[in-house]
């Protein structure tokens, strides 16, 4: 690879070969494949990679959130946008990790929604036509007499 014309594509699908893949586990490469062929590759792959930079990443991040992808998801492919770059130092193709520079999205908490009875009892209807309507009818009176007999557990 040419460091002056090595393109993040051209670097990424090299290093899930050369690097990933033989210092992974499969189920690690396999999620780092996904995220780089579908996310990262078709926004960020045409880019030099000695020119990309912090704010090419915090662009791509913007671009994700605005699609509708979660604080989460965007973490997730900074995790690999991060680890990546990591390699291209140690063989020298660049300089620094411009990752180290941007900052993902902070994951937000959500509360959780609770169903109230109408509620369960409409799911539980709904249910009743499927196999797993005694399933789901067990789970929901577990939790009504665990709530009823220590509420603390629930």
């Known amino acids: 690879m040419k460091p002056g014309k090595t393109t993040v594509s051209d670097y990424l699908n ?9 210092n ?3 189920q690690t ?4 494949e996904h995220i780089i062929k579908h996310y990262i ?7 030099v990679l000695v020119h990309l930079k912090p704010e090419h990443l915090q662009h791509f991040y913007s671009t994700e959130l605005n699609a ?3 604080a989460q998801t965007i973490r997730h492919h ?3 946008i991060h680890k990546a770059p990591d390699s291209a130092v ?10 180290d520079a941007v900052k993902p999205p902070r994951a937000q908490r959500v509360e959780m929604q609770k169903w109230n009875e109408d509620e369960i009892n409409l799911f539980l209807e709904a249910a009743k036509a499927t196999p797993y309507y005694e399933l ?3 789970a929901f009176y577990r939790y009504a007499a665990v709530r009823i007999i220590s509420p603390a557990l629930a």
């Open 136 to 138: 789901f009818y067990l």
């Open 90 to 99: 140690e063989w020298g193709l660049v300089i620094r990790n411009v990752a």
């Open 14 to 22: 090299n290093w899930l070969a050369d690097y990933a893949g033989r």
């Open 29 to 32: 490469v396999e999620g780092y």
């Open 68 to 70: 509708g992808l979660i």
């Open 24 to 26: 992974l586990s499969p």
């Open 78 to 80: 900074h995790m690999v």
């Open 41 to 47: 590759i078709p926004k960020l792959g045409n880019h």
